[in-house]
């Protein structure tokens, strides 16, 4: 039996659930503070087919990088399923991980690369057959098929994230499928990450590079300010010749 497991940034990435759904049992993961529009997030996920909520949060979280992201993200999978690749003494989990990464393509693969499986991204729907995962992917204006065994990670495309949640469908969600969208509460401990080491990624984040420095010219009064406009052509007069 594949189980699969959401990994949900914000609410576009409904769609990650219900891709996720149609594939096995689905757990969702979130990073997020508690409160705000996570609540119903949650709420739509439930609602979605997701059997299991998992919200981590640290503080640290916020000022990481992608990297740092994916490094909570891949703990917290591991923490759920274990160790997903085969060994002498034990299978390949069958699980299949599924995000949306908000179309930047970044954080996908680096939980693809932690984990030591496979991805595949531009994602726009996915099936089980025969116990393999055959998943349908975008290029250009076709759309190819490609077929693997999980475990695997599937990068959902922006264009498959944008299919919001109809009005009608949104209304039907009621407090009571609110009130069971309550979420396991992780820590980095949990998941055997320090604040630290997710802070440590915070000097990684891009910075703008520095422009050049202009040093300010000083005058004494307005004449020699006017004399240097007349020395630089600014100002009629005597000016540069040439």
């Known amino acids: 039996m594949i189980r699969s497991v959401a990994l949900l940034g914000a609410s576009g990435d409904l769609a990650v659930v219900r891709l996720a759904a149609g594939l096995g049992e689905t757990t969702v993961v979130t990073l997020a503070p508690p409160g705000g529009a996570v609540d119903d997030l949650l709420a739509s996920a439930r609602a979605a087919g997701a059997a299991r909520l998992v919200r981590l949060w640290d503080e640290a979280v916020e000022s990481t990088d992608y990297l740092g992201v994916a490094f909570a993200l891949a703990g917290t999978v591991r923490a759920l399923i274990g160790d997903l690749t085969a060994s002498p003494t034990a299978p390949a989990q069958p699980v299949v991980i599924v995000c949306g990464d908000g179309g930047r393509g ?29 998943a349908r992917r975008r290029s250009g204006t076709m759309v190819r098929m490609y077929g693997g065994a999980p475990p695997l990670v599937l990068c959902v495309a922006p264009v498959a994230l944008a299919r919001a949640a109809a009005p009608s469908e949104a209304a039907a969600w009621t407090s009571a499928a609110k009130d069971s969208a309550e979420a396991e509460v992780w820590t980095l401990d949990r998941i055997g990450l320090t604040s630290a080491e997710l802070a440590y990624r915070k000097r990684f984040r891009p910075q703008p590079a520095p422009g050049p420095v202009a040093t300010p010219l000083r005058f004494a009064n307005a004449r020699e300010l006017v004399a240097r406009l007349r020395s630089d052509g600014v ?6 010749s040439g």
Not at 235 to 240: A, C, F, Y
């Open 235 to 240: 100002l009629p007069g005597q000016g540069k």
């Open 106 to 134: 970044a954080v996908g693969p680096a939980v693809a690369e932690r984990l030591g499986v496979p991805h595949l991204g531009e994602v726009v729907g996915a099936q089980v057959i025969e116990s393999r995962v055959v």
